[in-house]
């Protein structure tokens, strides 16, 4: 049984190479972006909505509320990055219980890939919080000794979110390995169950702490700043 999607090449050339990884990435791309068009083609407004949109109403107000609960001003700001980050490794966690899909998690390059992608995000916001200076005079505060102490945090908190994303997902693939060999009648359906599980837990693990980075880059200045009048941003129901 191959481990890591990384192990099924389906076509090379060259430096050029797909492999299982990139395959059920973009397959993964693909039933989100469907499923985004089917859902909301026919939005309503009103007692009378499908359950589709129902759900997903439900899930963007959790993922929504989640992240009002880290103090952020302006929390529908962050809420397509985080709600992206989550629902995107949520299905492929979830789709790993489907016979011959290989979830794109279980290999280091995915989780690799969406750290990175929090790494730009941190600043990102911090900059569209307090500016450009504002933002990066954390990086010297109290002293500028502080600044490579400070730069090697932020990768190393960036390389620990993608391994710990990685190192979960593969060891519960392998655990579910050894498992199904020793016993391929009787654990099945359980451990199908204990991996999905594991799997959503780990989305949504991953994406709270990639919401604690950004707010912590954001509120490094938000907390000197004192709050004038209708600064706050109303949220409504969704």
Known sequence: MEISPDQIVYWEWRF???????????????????????????????????????????????????????????????????????????????????PGFVAPTASVTTPIALAICVFVAVPVYGIMNRGLKAYFKRYI????????????????????????????????????????????LLFPVAMQAFGLLIGVIQAYVFAVLALVYIASGARAHQNSEESAPGDAEPISAV
């Not at 026919?42 to 499908?50: A, E, H, K, Q, R």
């Not at 390389?159 to 693939?173: D, W, Y």
């Open 16 to 98: 050029v190479t797909v492999n299982a990884t990139l395959v059920y990435s973009w397959i993964v791309l693909v039933l989100l972006g469907v499923g985004a068009w089917l859902i909301t083609r026919n939005l309503t407004v009103g007692p009378d909505i499908s359950r589709w949109q129902n759900g997903m109403e439900v899930l963007v107000g959790q993922i929504l509320t989640q992240i009002e609960t880290t103090g952020l001003r302006h929390p529908r700001r962050y809420l397509p990055f985080i709600g992206t980050l989550f629902i995107f490794i949520v299905t492929c966690n979830v789709l790993a219980v489907v």
């Open 141 to 184: 505060r109290p002293t500028p000794l502080m600044l490579p102490f400070t730069i090697i945090g932020e990768i190393s908190r960036t390389v620990a979110l993608g391994i710990r994303l990685f190192g979960n997902m593969m060891s519960g693939n392998l655990i579910v390995a050894i498992l199904l060999s020793l016993a391929p």
